[in-house]
């Protein structure tokens, strides 16, 4: 199901996957240090490096497919002929 926003808990995870990542550590480290600090999954699971790596992808691809939604694009007309014609 398509979700309008993120919510405000799921933005803050984001931002601070995000600034370990770019601080240099891997998705396994970043899994244990949430693990360690007792942050849990959406589905109250213990954090896997698959799904740090999925956090991030998912959020680019997010702000990529909002980008594409949000541009108007030029309308192009083609030869198209509409006919009545009677039984």
Known sequence: MFQE???PQQD????LIKSLHGGGMGYRKIAHYLN???IR???????KN???YSVLLRYRE?????VHIETDYA???GKMEVRWEKN
């Open 75 to 77: 309308l192009i007309w």
């Open 50 to 52: 698959t799904q740090v």
């Open 62 to 66: 997010r702000q990529e497919r909002l």
């Open 36 to 38: 360690q600090k007792g």
């Open 5 to 7: 926003k993120y919510t």
């Open 41 to 47: 999954t959406s589905k109250g699971n213990p954090w």
């Open 12 to 15: 803050e995870l984001h931002d």
